[in-house]
């Protein structure tokens, strides 16, 4: 199997760190962009990256996409991660993951034989696992043993009145008790 891995981040953040982030890991990662920050910052991070338009099937000639095991797109539109990947499957790429930024889209990019990864779906999933299963995520542990607050949100000493962690609303303007 080929562990070569191309990412297509198109025009935003998530294809740049993803493929930062994989290219720390043990894949072979080739990042191909259209922001120009993205690019630099891949490559001053270690990446292969290009400046190009991956809707553009030059491109992904230009590329050698047929020896990459496996490709992943993500831009911030549904309708460019699935062009973008379905020219790839015209390229016989062994596995195309992509991007579904509405879940009502992830049924065409299935039946487009894209794996669909759906950002808000793939959230709900986990928020919904840590609550049932009384879990949270490490980094939140990590960050309380930091600041020296339990789980409770009292202090480690403990908290007389048992007052809680305020916690901030989704437009920023305070506490939800």
């Known amino acids: 199997m080929i562990n070569e891995t191309l990412v297509i981040g198109g025009d935003g953040s998530v294809g740049e760190t993803l493929a930062r982030r ?65 020219l790839l499957g015209c390229r016989r790429t062994e596995r195309i993951i992509a991007l579904v930024n509405d879940p009502r889209n992830v049924d065409a990019f299935a039946a487009a034989g894209i794996e669909p990864v759906c950002a808000a779906t793939t959230l709900a999933s986990a928020l919904a696992r840590q609550h049932h299963d009384g879990k949270r995520p490490e980094i939140e542990r990590q960050s309380e043993q930091a600041t020296g607050e339990s789980s409770t949100g009292q202090s480690p000493k403990g908290s007389a009145d048992g007052s809680e962690c305020e916690r901030l609303r989704s437009d920023g303007t305070g506490g939800d008790r």
């Open 22 to 86: 994989l290219a720390h890991g043990s894949a072979v990662v080739l990042f191909l962009g259209e922001d120009e920050h993205a690019v630099e910052r891949a490559t001053a991070a270690g990446v292969d990256a290009c400046l190009a338009d991956p809707s553009e099937t030059a491109t992904l000639d230009r590329e050698a996409i047929e020896s990459m095991g496996t490709a992943i797109v993500a831009s911030r539109t549904d309708r460019r991660n699935l062009l973008i990947a379905q």
